[in-house]
Structures are given as structure tokens and as C-alpha cells.
């Protein structure tokens, strides 16, 4: 901490550490009611085809509606989740929602794929592939309709649990993306090695692809990668239609951003879908020219 600060002191809290623990305490206490006051929702964000429009599925985002503070989103209590092992009941908790919500949707003839994020912690859950499996059969789903986010920093904790679980999830019928992908240290070696669905490119290089030369080299690159290793690709925080031509142009199939739509709550989300159809559904992704 001191050298932190650039000085030798013998500061053993800065202000900053202060903070972080006062938050720590406001979130170790919080966190635990949240749950049982059912303060967590999900929140839904569609994926869609760049070339057809369709909506392929939806990732369900965690927020957090806490009665004094309102709104709280997933970057400032997940990190703490994960600390403490309240990500274990949470994910769980994440992983029924998401797949009742599912169910929900096929009985209404809504056939919707659902996203759920998985963190590293998450992983090493020894009942997590058991969880997954009743969370499907009891809501009467097939594994086929939920897909597993996992980040790269997954894969980088332990290589070997992640590779076996990645392979039980596939077994089942799940698909496996691997979420904001370029961000995290894995190789291309191990890339191959895993058995991957999609490959899900980190937002972080979408926001500059339309002025940036690096920033396009580096998402084409991406690409071929994830051809020559047979991945589907999905590009997310896409924000403006020169983006999403951009990344049609270059052979990305699927994309997830504001352009498209928001993450949204449960209700806002039916009232955004096409209400005329039943199955697939159809959205405008190209510029009227
Ligand atoms: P992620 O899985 O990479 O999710 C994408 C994040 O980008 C979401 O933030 C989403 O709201 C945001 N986003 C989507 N489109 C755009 C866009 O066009 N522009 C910009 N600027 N942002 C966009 P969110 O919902 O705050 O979630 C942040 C992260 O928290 C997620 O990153 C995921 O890693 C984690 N997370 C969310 N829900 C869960 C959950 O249920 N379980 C676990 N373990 N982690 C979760
Ligand atoms: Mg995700
Ligand atoms: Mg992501
Ligand atoms: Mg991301």
C-alpha cells in the first residue's frame, strides 16, 4: 500500500483500502438477506444473426434491486460473490431462474435459448454439472436450450477442471462460448485443445473497429482463429451500425449490443420481441440505404 502511494510510510489503510473494506462489510452483510428477499432479478439480452436479424438466444444478466441503493449492477457485488462463496448459492439461485424462465418461454411455444455467465469460482462448485442437470430436467428443458458462458479467466485457473467440465456440459447438450475472449491469457494451443462452441470477442475491441486499424487486424485475427479452430463467433458491445457492418463484412455471424437491445427486464424484454410470431423472430439489423 505504501509504495502504492509512492512514499515510505508506514500507511497501512489508505483511503482508498478504507472504502473497499467499508464496502466489503456493507455487501457481506446485504448480500446474505438479498437472496432470501428475493432482491436478485435477471435481466435478458438478445443475441442476433447479423445476416438474417434472427434472434438466436438471450444471456441473462444478473442485477441486483436493493431496497435503499436501487439498481446495483453485477460489476460491483460478482468480484465480492466470488471472494466470499456466496457466488455458490447466487449461481445457483442464477442457473434455476434462468432455466424456469426457459421452461416458461417453450410452454408458451417461445423456443429461446438462455445464456447464463458462469465465473471461475463457479467451477470448482463440486455438485455445479449435477445443479445444471436437475435445473434443466425440472423445468422440463433439453440441455440444448441453455448455453454456458465461461470467461478465459476460467480456464487459466485451473486448465485441466475447466477442460472436464467444458466436456460434461457438451456431453449433456449444452453449447460452451467463451466469453470476452482476447482479454484473458489463454493460448492458441490451449484453445485448440478445448472443446468450444463459440467464441464470444470482447467489447473491448468492437468500440474502435471503425477508426482503428490495430483494433480491426486484432478482431480479423480473432476471426480466423476462430474459423481455422471451426468456433462459431459472436461479437458483443456492438453500439452503431458501422460496427455491425463492419463485423458482418468480415464474416461474424452473431452480435449482442445497444444497437440491437439492452439488457432488459423480463417484461420489457416480451414487449420488444415481435409479438407475431412464435418461434423465431425477426429484427432489423441493416441500415435502411
Ligand atoms: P459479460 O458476460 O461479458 O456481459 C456483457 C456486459 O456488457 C453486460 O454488462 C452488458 O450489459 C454489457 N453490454 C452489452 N451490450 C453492450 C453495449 O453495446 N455497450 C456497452 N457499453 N455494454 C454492453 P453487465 O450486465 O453489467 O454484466 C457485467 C459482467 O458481469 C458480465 O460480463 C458477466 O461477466 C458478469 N455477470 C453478469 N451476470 C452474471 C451472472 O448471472 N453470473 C455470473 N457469474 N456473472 C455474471
Ligand atoms: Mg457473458
Ligand atoms: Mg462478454
Ligand atoms: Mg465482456
Redesign the pocket.
Known amino acids: 500500500v505504501a509504495k502504492d502511494e509512492g512514499k515510505r510510510t508506514f500507511c497501512v489503510f489508505s483511503p482508498k483500502m478504507n472504502e473497499k473494506i467499508s464496502e466489503y462489510v456493507w455487501l457481506d452483510t446485504n448480500m446474505r438477506n438479498a437472496l432470501a428477499e428475493n432482491q436478485f432479478e435477471?435481466?435478458y439480452?438478445p443475441k442476433v444473426s447479423l445476416l438474417t436479424g434472427e434472434i438466436d438466444s438471450v444471456?441473462?444478466?444478473?442485477?441486483w434491486n436493493h431496497p435503499k441503493r436501487g439498481l446495483i449492477?453485477?460489476?460491483a457485488f460478482?468480484p465480492y460473490?466470488?471472494e466470499s462463496g456466496l457466488?455458490v448459492p447466487?449461481?445457483r439461485w442464477?442457473m434455476e431462474t434462468?432455466a424456469k424462465q426457459a421452461g416458461a418461454w417453450k410452454k408458451q411455444g417461445l423456443n429461446l435459448r438462455i445464456a447464463?455467465?458462469?465465473?471461475a469460482r463457479?467451477l470448482r462448485i463440486p455438485t455445479i454439472i449435477e445443479d445444471f442437470t436437475r435445473a434443466i430436467l425440472s423445468n422440463d428443458l433439453s440441455p440444448s436450450m441453455v448455453d454456458i458462458?465461461l470467461?478465459e479467466s476460467c480456464l487459466a485457473e485451473d486448465e485441466r477442471l475447466a477442460h472436464r467440465l467444458i466436456r460434461m456440459f457438451r456431453e449433456l447438450g449444452a453449447e460452451v462460448h467463451l466469453?470476452?475472449f482476447g482479454t484473458g491469457y489463454s493460448s492458441l494451443s490451449q484453445l485448440a485443445r478445448l472443446p468450444l462452441d463459440v467464441l464470444?470477442l470482447?467489447?473491448s475491441f468492437i468500440k474502435s473497429i471503425h477508426t482503428d486499424a490495430k483494433a480491426q487486424a486484432l478482431v480479423r485475427s480473432m476471426v480466423a482463429v476462430g474459423n481455422a479452430l471451426n468456433l462459431k463467433i459472436v461479437a458483443?458491445?456492438?453500439?452503431t451500425p458501422e460496427q455491425a457492418d463492419f463485423l458482418r463484412n468480415i464474416g461474424i455471424d452473431y452480435a449482442?449490443?445497444?444497437?440491437f437491445a439492452?439488457?432488459m427486464k423480463l417484461s420489457d424484454l416480451m414487449a420488444w420481441m415481435p409479438a407475431s410470431s412464435n418461434k423465431v423472430v425477426r429484427i432489423v439489423t441493416k441500415r435502411a440505404s
Do not use: H
Not at 59 to 63: M, N, S
Not at 116 to 119: E, G, H, Q, R, Y
Open positions: 435477471l435481466y439480452q444471456e441473462a444478466l444478473i442485477r449492477m453485477p460489476g460478482i460473490a466470488e457466488i447466487l449461481g442464477v434462468a447464463i455467465n458462469i465465473s463457479q458462458e470467461t466469453d470476452d464470444k470482447d467489447g458483443e458491445c456492438i453500439e449482442q449490443g445497444f444497437l439492452k439488457p
